[in-house]
């Protein structure tokens, strides 16, 4: 008895408590970024004046177009980046699998569909597939031993071999 459980009710009124800060900490949080993307939005677009003469107007306009391409480009390089560093993690995770040694193989999926479709599938309709993989084999003769055209009547090489002389024969001849 040396661990005290708590009360269901005691579990409930913690619980009720951390949800209250999680909630009042999420609050402030919001505000928070409010406040900040203000403060960014004031220190990088000023306030927009028009200009009464069309000679200015095009100038700010220049201006204008100076500023979106300079934040192009900064969106550009942020974005290269984190393609990169998600290529990255997304190798680091195949490693992880790799070491920890647990790969699931994937359940494959029963295809209904011969050699040649699954081939032209593949390689368009461009190419013409044939499966007939005999066409291209080379062509081979066999070629006839000598001992079978030496070897004439089977019984008689058979009542040669036949007894001790036969056996020793045999012998003298791989000998």
């Given amino acids: 008895m040396s661990e005290k459980k708590m009360t269901n009710s005691r579990k409930h009124h913690l619980k009720s408590l951390m949800l209250s800060i999680a909630a009042s900490m999420l609050e402030a949080e919001a505000a928070e970024t409010e406040q900040e993307r203000d403060r960014y939005m004031e220190e990088n677009c000023p306030s927009l004046s028009l200009p009464g003469s069309t000679q200015e107007l095009q100038d700010l306009c220049k201006k204008l177009h100076q500023k979106i391409d300079a ?42 569909m011969s050699a040649d479709a699954m081939l032209q599938a593949l390689l368009g309709s461009k190419h013409k597939v044939n499966m007939d993989l005999r066409a291209n084999l080379k062509q081979v003769k066999k070629e006839v031993k000598e001992e079978e055209k030496d070897a004439g009547d089977w019984r008689k090489n058979i009542e040669d071999k036949a007894g001790m002389d036969g056996r020793k024969k045999i012998f003298e001849t791989e000998a």
Avoid: T
């Fill in 71 to 112: 934040v192009d480009e900064e969106r550009y390089d942020i974005h290269a980046k984190v393609s990169k560093c998600n290529k990255e993690i997304d190798d680091l995770k195949i490693k992880v699998i790799d070491l920890k040694g647990k790969f699931k193989k994937p359940a494959l999926k029963k295809v209904r």
